[in-house]
């Protein structure tokens, strides 16, 4: 998984409470994204990361913030957890925004989110 | 609005035959297409990846065929194993942020 661990792997949480799920990579590229996956919908961006503390929305950010204070970090936060926000969550990294090569994503192993 | 569109949802293949999945998308700021394999309870991982210069790609059973006019593209499958049995997703990115397509659920039968 090219040296990027999701923590925690698995969740569950009650309605209303704060959720924050962890990125680390080892590979020190400057891009880190925020994925969920639903059945029937797949992959969708919530938000991404092109540096130390510069983060930007993706198409579905609505309940999601981001931080990312070091490079090899990027915590998403569910502010107060809804049972719509139950999800597999991915991270991913690339070492530049261009296409091609330095641009591909690689994918962490994911966490499983279930909001009762 | 689905910026990328991928069928079939899902696909049955006896072994040995070809897999074709095929996918659609609007936006032709898009300048690159990987596909990526996914198996459960893994993230996806990059299989093979095209940019619109180029009308077809291929890396040993795998190949991508470009149609920059048609805005469509596809990813072939030659010799399908049963160990190809995964879910491919089709995406199409552009400045860094991908879009990915709805899945294809390809079980090979022995």
């Known amino acids: 998984d090219a040296g990027i661990t999701q923590s925690p792997r698995h969740k569950v949480t009650e309605t209303g409470t704060p959720v924050t799920l962890r990125c680390h990579q080892t590979e020190n590229h400057r891009y880190m994204y925020w994925y969920r996956q639903d059945p029937g919908h797949g992959l969708r961006l919530i938000h991404y990361?092109?540096?130390?503390?510069?983060?930007d929305k993706g198409e579905v950010s609505d309940g999601y913030s981001v931080s990312r204070s070091k490079t090899e970090d990027f915590l998403l936060t569910l502010e107060s957890a809804t049972s719509s926000q139950t999800s597999v969550y991915f991270c991913?990294?690339?070492?530049?925004?261009?296409?091609?090569?330095?641009?591909?994503?690689?994918f962490g192993p994911g966490t499983r989110l279930l909001v009762l | 609005q689905q910026q990328v569109k991928q069928s079939p949802q899902s696909l049955i293949v006896q072994k040995g035959g070809i897999s074709i999945i095929n996918c659609a998308y609007e936006n032709t700021a898009f300048d690159y297409f990987p596909w990526y394999q996914q198996f459960p309870g893994k993230g996806p991982a990059l299989l093979i990846a095209i940019r619109p210069d180029v009308s077809e790609k291929k890396e040993g059973r795998f190949t991508i065929s470009f149609n920059k006019s048609a805005k469509q593209f596809s990813l072939h499958i030659m010799d399908s194993q049963p160990g190809d049995s995964a879910t491919y997703f089709c995406a199409a990115s552009s400045a860094g942020k991908s879009t990915f397509g709805d899945g294809t659920t390809l079980t090979v039968k022995p």
């Open positions: 990361s092109y540096g130390v503390k510069d983060t």
């Open positions: 991913a990294i690339s070492e530049s925004p261009s296409g091609g090569g330095k641009g591909t994503q690689y």
